[in-house]
T-cell receptor, first 113, second 111 residues
Framework: GAVVSQHPSRVICKSGTSVKIECRSLDFQATTMFWYRQFPKQSLMLMATSNEGSKATYEQGVEKDKFLINHASLTLSTLTVTSAHPEDSSFYIC?????????FGPGTRLTVL | DAKTTQPPSMDCAEGRAANLPCNHSTISGNEYVYWYRQIHSQGPQYIIHGLKNNETNEMASLIITEDRKSSTLILPHATLRDTAVYYCIVRGDNYGQNFVFGPGTRLSVLP
């Protein structure tokens, strides 16, 4: 099946710094990509929907100026967590959809010290 | 909000069939039933999906009731590696629609 990759898989940063997470669809073109966040022992929560070449649509309560999403090509979307704080520590998962199916990346664990 | 309800947890003996129920009483005519699972600290993995008819693939079987208000995911011979959180999700076939995850069922396969 189609594969979605994320980089890095794990990142630790200091409070106040910015972190970029990449999401790539490896063998298909994804017009739409989704970004989810998952806190410990909780389910995945959608943060934003990203369409190639246009601005992302953010879910209620998600700060668009803090979580910058760029979907510059059909195979790459990036999420930048700006001025990260310890409460941003979470498991970030991207998802990409081709014509028929939606595939999820392996996730990126962000720890903000 | 998620449109499905699932038991929070289930146990299953290794080698036996695991039957995971899901209620989706408000499902619309164009909405599919999807099942994903998430092993600890990994991304969700697709298992199976269906609209009306029962479906089977190499991983599992999906049984959908005739009124489509509930379904059951069957893992025919559960192994320890099937221990995971299983999510039942309903979603329409609109291209831009996303998956709304509920809390899922935590399946523990016991030796």
């Amino acid at each position: 099946g189609a594969v979605v990759s994320q980089h890095p898989s794990r990142v630790i940063c200091k409070s106040g710094t910015s972190v970029k997470i990449e999401c790539r669809s490896l063998d298909f073109q994804a017009t739409t990509m989704f970004w989810y966040r998952q806190f410990p022992k909780q389910s995945l929560m959608l943060m934003a929907t990203s369409n190639e070449g246009s601005k992302a649509t953010y879910e209620q309560g998600v700060e668009k100026d803090k979580f910058l999403i760029n979907h510059a090509s059909l195979t790459l979307s990036t999420l930048t967590v700006t001025s990260a704080h310890p409460e941003d520590s979470s498991f970030y998962i991207c998802s990409a959809r081709d014509i028929n199916e939606q595939f999820f990346g392996p996730g990126t664990r962000l720890t903000v010290l | 909000d998620a449109k499905t309800t699932q038991p929070p947890s289930m146990d299953c003996a290794e080698g036996r069939a695991a039957n995971l129920p899901c209620n989706h009483s408000t499902i619309s005519g164009n909405e599919y039933v999807y099942w994903y699972r998430q092993i600890h600290s990994q991304g969700p993995q697709y298992i199976i999906h269906g609209l009306k008819n029962n479906e089977t693939n190499e991983m599992a079987s999906l049984i959908i009731t005739e009124d489509r208000k509930s379904s059951t995911l069957i893992l025919p011979h559960a192994t320890l590696r099937d221990t995971a959180v299983y999510y039942c999700i309903v979603r329409g076939d609109n291209y831009g629609q996303n998956f709304v995850f509920g809390p899922g069922t935590r399946l523990s396969v016991l030796p």
